[in-house]
């Protein structure tokens, strides 16, 4: 379909510069309590314009629940909920609110009919005449590349394009906020990543705000702008997506983002944009901190200090470890590769994790010390084996520490 446009359509993406700074949906105090268990504590949550906002945790943390509350789906026990800076106060307040929203689960929810009913269905509800309902529904049909499968009943879809008809029905609707619940659990790899690429590029084409649950850290960082990590019905850390992921805050936050390695260490010394650290009981130095200055740390604590504390947790991600095989030793491939930060050690384990390798190594300092990396397979000349000698880099600006 060409030459429709409709009001979103036009939109940009929230800036921050001459734009509306009032979250979209805020909340203070929120509480849900069922039977006698509390299931969610928020003291504050917002939103912004244009903003898409990642919610993950283990299972059982909350995600789905708080999702439901910011969506006027489930009441909660006690708080305050925003719309546009307006509180919600009655059940009228919020069937008014919910028609500005739309909403994807992790399973389509079609309704009996062709792939055109079930997109124009919202529309119909919503008091739109037929010749719009149909403007708009051809529009995002072909927006998400389904337009061949307008008059196909839903029950002959795959589950991709079923996903693709969930989220035509959501986006027709042309909502102020756009909730996903885990919307691509269920599609093989392939169709998930075209599905996600494409949902990436409508969001920020319209400058659709939206709220996803997910699971998949993978995806996260390609489509969202903010992080929330929730445990045991908390949000235990928030903030932008790269500085969430690599400076957790605390030790339950790392381990459920997969940081892999965290070591128990001690600040032995410190200077100007640099701090020693020991582990294993002093047989391993390691070096943290970068040539500007700036150190490693849940504050990015600045100006060549290094945390007033001796007792740390060291934490650093498996991907950002550089892996050198002896093979490639004596290529020269690791020329560039400083010698400060580097162990020797032995491959214990190997595991193919997609296109990389995830590998278990101990070092030469003993058996009570260990090395998660996660390598690109493009990386080795041959696929690396256990019990192969490797050298292990570990990049200082990489570190990141975790003060009790």
């Known amino acids: 379909m060409t030459g429709h446009q409709t009001g979103r359509l036009d939109a940009k993406p929230h800036t921050g510069e001459g734009q509306p700074t009032a979250p ?28 898409i906002l990642a919610v993950t945790g283990p299972n059982g943390a909350g995600k789905s629940t708080l999702l439901k509350a910011l969506g006027f789906l489930e009441p909660v026990s006690a708080g305050e909920l925003f719309f546009k800076g307006r509180q919600v106060k009655t059940a009228r307040d919020a069937l008014a609110v919910r028609r500005g ?21 919202g529309l119909k509800l919503r008091g739109l005449q037929k010749e719009k309902r149909l403007q708009l529904a051809e529009y995002w049909l072909e927006k998400l590349k389904i337009a061949q499968l307008a008059d196909r009943n839903q029950i002959t879809l795959s589950g991709g394009e079923a996903q693709r008809v969930s989220l035509a029905r959501a986006l027709a609707l042309e909502p102020d906020v756009l909730f996903m619940d885990e919307p691509f659990n269920y599609l093989d790899l392939p169709t998930r990543a075209a599905l996600v690429s494409e949902l990436k590029e409508i969001l920020v084409e319209t400058g659709t705000t939206a709220v996803m649950v997910t699971h998949d850290l993978n995806e996260i960082p390609f489509l969202a702008d903010r992080l929330i990590v929730m445990i045991e019905g908390e949000i235990a850390q928030a903030g932008a997506v790269d500085r969430v992921l690599s400076h957790p805050e605390n030790i339950s936050v790392a381990e459920f983002l997969g940081v892999g390695n965290i070591w128990p260490g001690r600040i032995s010394r410190h200077e100007a944009g640099r701090c020693e650290i020991t582990l294993a009981d002093g047989r391993i130095l390691l070096e943290a901190g970068t040539t500007r200055g700036d150190i490693a740390g849940p504050d990015r604590i600045t100006a060549g200090r290094c945390p007033a504390v001796t007792e740390a947790a060291v934490c650093i991600r498996p991907e950002y470890l550089r892996v050198i095989t002896e093979a490639e030793n004596t290529t020269g491939m690791d020329k560039h590769v400083s010698a400060a930060n580097r162990l020797k050690g032995k491959i214990v384990e190997v595991y193919p994790y997609g296109y990389s390798y995830r590998l278990r190594i101990e070092p030469d300092t003993g058996r009570d010390f260990r090395i998660i990396a996660l390598v690109p397979a493009a990386q080795f000349l041959k696929p690396p084996k256990p019990g192969e000698t490797v050298s292990v880099y570990i990049p200082p600006e990489k570190i990141h520490i975790i003060q009790d």
Not at 102 to 120: D, H, I, K
């Open 24 to 51: 979209v949906i805020s909340a203070r105090e929120l509480s849900v309590v069922r039977g006698k268990k509390q299931i969610l504590r928020i003291p504050e949550v917002s939103v912004a314009p244009g903003e």
């Open 101 to 121: 929203m739309a909403m994807v689960f992790q399973e389509p929810l079609l309704l009996s009919g062709t792939v055109l009913y079930n997109v124009t269905i």
